[in-house]
């Protein structure tokens, strides 16, 4: 049993972020040696997955990749989100030839999956990736949007999408549903990306560091009749918007991420504004 040091967990403010957003960003996390060592281990074809339904303490043994998945940091995140050892799913070595002619289509990772429990999938970028070079494209907040995987991929140039463009040693970890896909490699230069998806083996319920949960629902519970998206706190997380909410409000996605922020803490009574109240309101 690894033991995850506290201060490594996510906070409440950053679970409430992956919530409404269906990501987390970590910029130049994983230190360069082990980036370099990543890159020759996949061109030696050295990265060998395992049968999916593995715990993850099982993978990846004695290569770069479980240095980098015993960072402190990274081990947080995964406890986080999706607890202790889980399992392994699948994982893709994502290498993108010099000026490729294609882009991915936009797509999700999965079949309509309207579970609340959900996987994530870590994406690792071990070398800079400017802006030409491609890289993942994601739209945040569309976790919501249960889609067949392809299903989407007419759908071009989204308002408020992420071009990943980032330092060597980024991490990103995706809620399944996201929308993303990859991105034409117009440089002259190969580009990596490792793709590790993990399905949580135990309750996703209050798995963060949530010594600042009572804290952050004080704030809520004080700015709750007022202007609700001004602060940072976890009802202003929530409720923030994404460029292409419908126009009025975005209300459907809000209602979307209190279901799983419930789901999340266990507190089925917890509202943003009044949205899940009123559809809750049914007197006999
Ligand atoms: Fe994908």
């Known amino acids: 049993m690894t033991v995850i040091d506290r201060q490594y967990l996510l906070n409440s403010n950053q679970m409430a972020e992956f919530v409404a957003r269906g990501f987390l960003r970590f ?16 061109d030696q074809g050295a990265i060998k997955g395992v049968p999916a339904g593995t715990p993850l303490s099982q993978c990846y043994q004695g290569t ?8 402190p940091q990274i081990q947080g995140l995964i406890h986080s989100l999706v607890g202790e050892d889980p399992l392994f799913d699948h994982d893709a070595i994502h ?14 990772d999965s079949i309509i999956d309207t579970r609340a429990h959900f996987d994530i999938q870590i994406m690792y970028f071990p070398h800079d990736v400017p802006l030409e070079m491609g890289g993942t494209l994601l739209l945040p907040g569309s976790h919501f949007r249960r889609v067949n995987e392809m299903d989407v991929a007419a759908y071009q140039n989204m308002r408020g999408q992420i071009p990943m463009v980032c330092k060597a040693g980024a991490i990103l970890v995706l809620h399944h549903g996201i929308w993303h896909c990859g991105r034409q490699n117009k440089t002259d230069r190969r580009r990596y ?5 993990l399905n949580p083996a135990v309750r996703q319920l209050r798995l963060w560091n949530t010594d600042d949960l009572d804290e952050a629902y004080r704030a809520a519970k004080e700015i709750h009749t007022e202007n609700y998206t001004r602060g940072d706190d976890i009802q202003s997380i929530l409720s923030r918007r994404e460029p292409w909410f419908e126009a009025a409000s975005g209300r459907l996605e809000i209602v ?11 507190d089925e009574r917890f509202d943003v504004h009044y949205w899940m109240s009123r559809l809750e309101n049914m007197p006999a």
């Not at 910029?27 to 996949?42: G, S, T, W, Y």
């Not at 290498?95 to 999700?108: I, S, T």
């Not at 990306?193 to 998806?197: A, G, S």
Request: without cysteine; hydrophobic residues 45%; aromatic residues 6%.
């Open 27 to 42: 910029d130049e996390l994983v230190p360069d040696e082990i980036n370099q060592a990543v890159m020759r281990d996949i």
């Open 64 to 71: 770069a990749i479980r240095r980098m998945l015993d960072l």
């Open 95 to 108: 290498v993108r030839e010099p000026n490729e002619g294609k882009a991915q289509g936009l797509h999700a």
């Open 193 to 197: 990306m490792f793709k590790l998806r």
């Open 256 to 266: 979307n991420r209190i279901k799983l922020w419930r789901f999340l803490t266990g």
